[in-house]
């Protein structure tokens, strides 16, 4: 069992839609979580980062962690094409260790 | 890209040469990565340095081996280039304490 898993997609919504995405992980030790936004033949691009159980919003972006579950998740709200990328969920346990990434998520938001 | 050049950003080249690739920073940050991504792997660490010459091995470092002398540039190098190395290389850098990586634009490289 890989120690971060996502559904790989690709995920295909209308314009105007809410996207969920979502990560599962093993490692109950993770505390800190992050969504990176990946265009193609570009680095990833941090969205939210957030530190233990709770919710943060940015904008359209909400970044959601349930730590009981090992769960997280990232809601698009009102979606546009230029959302269309790959989104990656990352993780680690202390800020200073290795960050361990999901495999990716690719996500179409049809006009 | 947070202050991040990664060079070359293409690259071709034939088994059993060796590759280096440079990653260089305009942050000052201490912590910088190598990351290869792979179509159904995602990311994999492959070797981290926490400072001027402290470097660390990650998940796939078998044949790759990585250098910084200097805090705004860290090196990877293949001695012996494999196809299997066909990818594309992700330089990070994190500034430590309470916060995020940040990446570079990638290195593509093709071993034939």
């Known amino acids: 069992q890989k120690e971060v898993e996502q559904d790989p997609g690709p995920l295909s919504v209308p314009e105007g839609a809410i996207v969920s995405l979502n990560c599962t992980y093993s490692?109950?030790?993770?505390?800190?979580f992050m969504w990176y936004r990946q265009y193609s033949r570009k680095g990833p691009e941090l969205l939210m980062y957030t530190y233990s159980s709770g919710n943060k919003e940015d904008g359209r972006f909400t970044a959601q962690v349930d730590k009981s579950s090992k769960y997280i998740s990232l809601f698009i709200r009102d979606s546009q094409p230029s959302d269309s990328a790959t989104y990656l969920c990352a993780m680690t346990q202390t800020s200073y260790d290795k960050v361990i990434f999901g495999p990716g998520t690719s996500l179409s938001v049809i006009p | 890209d947070a202050g991040i050049t990664q060079s070359p950003r293409h690259k071709v080249t034939e088994t059993g040469t060796p590759v280096t690739l440079r990653c260089h920073q305009t942050e000052n940050h201490r912590y910088m990565y190598w990351y290869r991504q792979d179509p159904g792997h995602g990311l994999r660490l492959i070797h981290y340095s926490y400072g001027v010459k402290d470097t660390d091995k990650g998940e796939v470092s078998d044949g790759y081996s990585v250098s910084r002398s200097k805090t705004e540039d860290f090196l990877l190098t293949l001695e012996s280039a494999t196809s299997s190395q066909t990818s594309v290389y992700f330089c990070?850098?994190?500034?430590?304490?309470?916060?995020?990586?940040?990446f570079g634009n990638g290195t593509r490289l093709t071993v034939t």
């Open positions: 990070a850098i994190r500034q430590g304490g309470d916060s995020p990586l940040h």
């Open positions: 490692n109950s030790a993770f505390q800190y």
